[in-house]
């Protein structure tokens, strides 16, 4: 019976675990970044107003 064999086996699993959460957590830093980016660039959008606070209020639903 090799009992060595098998411990390889797992540890290799072990380490391809990790290394794939370690990929993971990678991807998830970086779309959060890039999310981040994305909320700060719409925030120095301005904000269209127009002169007449009324302008818009009536929609027209017959076509």
Known sequence: MDIQGASHSASSGATLE???LQLAKSQQ???GKATLQLLESAAD???TSSANPALG????TFA
């Open 29 to 31: 830093e970086t779309e």
């Open 18 to 20: 990790i290394k794939s």
């Open 45 to 47: 959008v301005p904000k």
């Open 57 to 60: 209020s009536n929609i027209d």
